[in-house]
């Protein structure tokens, strides 16, 4: 019963209509793009791509009126703003102003005449001539500062790499290496990704599945980021998008950002243990926060600087076409504006509305939390039995003080404002998304809660619990799979009501529920409890791929809209399309990562431990 009624949501068409196909092929084209090449390939050519606002020229005016009804819809994009890219030479070839804005504006205007309309320029985003365009093409503008040093930081990366692959091959598999050489080593790289715990430790072999956990929410994420750059960018039908917005199914996607708790939750529960583990034969003292924030950064800091450094230096020069330089170069000259609280892991609080790669956003608050998190253990753990009641509280409290944040300020969940019109922005100018969303206090819950959890999980061991004979546990992990997707989609039901104390309750309990039901999984799984999720999870293959994460992380938006925005033409969006980039981005991303992660992420990670002598394990 339960998939008919699946069937029937995908089958169903999603919409009630509420304008005809007929009415709607009068509406004009929210976006249209002329030849771009074609049109600065000519000496006079002139290009200008911006967006408009649309009035009536008489009254009344049916078509007009309709657009405006139309755009009431928040499921609808806002019709009485048309975005226009015009080869505005060939066009309006007779047009003899000299102001090359205000001829693309007349430009415009000359076509809505005909319509009855009257447009106005509300936003430029560039006008190109054929000189500035043959320039480009030809002589390259020469590198700047920030350009050389990303070039050679990556030659200096590579030269290391190479020395310590020659160092390890050329000293044989038996000597004793010199740590700081061979940590550079491709080769044994190469084998500590493609290892697996299986041999060793059996306490780290039990957290197998949280690699194929990895692999499945990086997929998820790449699969969600791929509809929203089709939102943000021209469309041939935009259309589909308005209709499929209000499909049930895309809840998924729409509310289910915040399986990203999830990453929190695998982060903290990670560190909790390895903690707990090393608290057993070790004294636990303040003095070794230093040390495992060092080793912390030292894994992420290089793979992270390097990919924002490229986004700041080098990807908007990498392609062209009508709409790269307001996608890419707009988000380029954001990065590099802001690369120096990317640095110090604080961009998420430092002008969050600007956005410069959105997903690193989860590298701050991880970084942000990860010192609260260490703060909190460190100081926990010298306090003996009393620590699980203080995380409990701690947890609670951190609900509660969201719920309180979000009522004070009016901040709402995500799917709230997950429309088409505020994602085409990357909902920027929206508080709720630049302060709840993005802010570490957002993902505090969850932390708390994963530091709980390595406790539970540690207990249970230690007590050599065999939490497989317990009946009802067994029921409970296989049941909260579907609860986690219950509760994602039950925001059809939650929109509905919007009152403030109901949303900021919402907001309270949205992501620690969440995190809840995925920690009840999770410790299912590293306790032993079989089933097909588990078996699924902790296949081998995940294994390399879930320790890529960080670079797949960091290298699939760069990809993915590259890959759109250096369409020529308004993208004819479709499941289909949507589901081809996906493809194209998750493999490339893998692809890229192996480099990335072999060369940039495990040689320091391997150096730092090395220098430090610490053995706190980080899975
Ligand atoms: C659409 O955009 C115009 C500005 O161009 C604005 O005045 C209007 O309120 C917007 N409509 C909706 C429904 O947001
Ligand atoms: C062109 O016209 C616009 C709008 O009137 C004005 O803001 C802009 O400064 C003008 N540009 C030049 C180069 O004169």
Not at 241 to 265: A, D, K, W
Not at 309 to 333: M, Q
Not at 413 to 419: L, Q, V
């Amino acid at each position: 019963m339960a998939h008919l009624w699946w069937l029937l949501l995908l089958v169903a068409p999603a919409v009630a209509r509420d304008v005809t196909d007929e009415e709607y092929a009068r509406f004009p084209r929210l976006y249209h793009l002329d030849d771009y090449s074609a049109c600065l390939s000519q000496p006079d050519g002139l290009y200008c791509l911006g967006t408009f606002h649309l009035a009536p020229l008489k009254q009344p005016h049916p078509v007009y009126d309709m657009l405006k009804e139309y755009s009431l819809d928040r499921h609808h994009f806002n019709r009485t703003q048309l975005h226009r890219g015009y080869c505005v030479s060939s066009r309006c070839p007779s047009l003899t102003e000299r102001n090359a804005s205000l001829r693309f504006e007349r430009c415009a205007a000359q076509w809505a005449r005909r319509l009855a309309l009257r447009t106005s320029l509300s936003r430029l985003s560039y006008c190109r001539t054929h000189a500035q365009e043959f320039a480009q093409a030809h002589s390259p503008a020469p590198l700047d500062l920030p350009q050389k040093v990303f070039l050679y930081v990556v030659g200096a990366i590579v030269a290391l790499n190479v020395l310590g692959t020659v160092y390890d091959i050329a000293t044989g598999d038996h000597t004793k290496k010199n740590p700081l050489l061979s940590a550079w080593s491709v080769r044994s790289n190469w084998r500590r990704l493609t290892a697996s715990y299986e041999d060793g430790d059996p306490r780290l072999a039990a957290l197998t599945p949280v690699q194929g956990v990895r692999v499945l929410l990086m997929m998820l994420i790449m699969a969600t980021h791929s509809g929203c750059i089709h939102d943000m960018l021209y469309l041939y039908n935009p259309r589909w998008i308005e209709q499929i917005s209000r499909h049930p199914v895309l809840m998924i996607f729409l509310n289910g950002t915040s399986v990203v708790q999830i990453f929190v939750l695998l982060s903290n529960f990670l560190l909790g243990y390895n903690l707990l583990l090393y608290s057993k034969s070790n004294i636990i003292s303040y003095r070794l926060l230093p040390y495992i924030t060092l080793k912390r950064i030292a894994r992420i800091f290089p793979v992270y600087m390097v990919v924002t450094g490229y986004a700041a230096t080098w990807w908007a020069r990498s392609s062209t076409g009508p709409l790269w330089a307001p996608a890419v170069g707009a988000e380029s000259d954001v990065c590099r504006r802001k690369f120096w609280s990317h640095m110090f892991f604080v961009h998420n609080l430092l002008n969050p509305e600007e956005i410069c790669l959105v997903q690193t956003w989860f590298v701050a608050v991880d970084m942000q939390l990860y010192v609260v998190a260490a703060l909190a253990l460190l100081a926990l753990l010298r306090r003996g039995r009393g620590a699980r009641a203080a995380l409990a509280a701690l947890a609670l409290l951190s609900c509660a003080l969201n719920g309180l944040l979000a009522y004070a300020f009016d901040w709402k969940s995500i799917m709230y404002f997950a429309y088409p019109s505020a994602l085409k922005t990357m909902y920027s100018g929206i508080p709720s998304f630049s302060w709840l969303y993005q802010a570490p206090w957002g993902s505090l819950p969850a932390c708390f809660i994963g530091l709980l959890l390595a406790f539970l999980h540690f207990d249970l061991q230690e007590a050599g619990v065999k939490v497989s004979s317990y009946k009802w546990l067994r029921g409970s992990y296989t049941w909260a799979l579907l609860l986690i997707v219950s509760w994602i989609l039950a925001g059809n039901y939650v929109r509905q009501w919007e009152a403030p104390w109901f949303t900021a309750s919402y907001v309270a309990l949205e992501r620690p529920v969440l995190s809840l039901l995925a920690g009840a999984i999770l410790l299912g799984m590293v306790n032993g409890l079989e089933g097909w999720l588990k078996h699924l999870m902790a296949w081998r293959g995940w294994h390399a791929m879930g320790r890529m994460s960080l670079s797949v992380l960091m290298l699939h938006w760069i990809l993915n809209l590259s890959l759109a925005a250096s369409r020529p033409q308004p993208i004819a969006t479709s499941l289909l399309s949507v589901v081809v980039d996906w493809t194209a981005t998750s493999c490339g991303s893998y692809l890229l990562a192996v480099p990335l992660t072999l060369m940039l992420e495990m040689p320091p990670t391997r150096l730092v431990s090395s220098l430090l002598h610490k053995d706190t394990k980080q899975a």
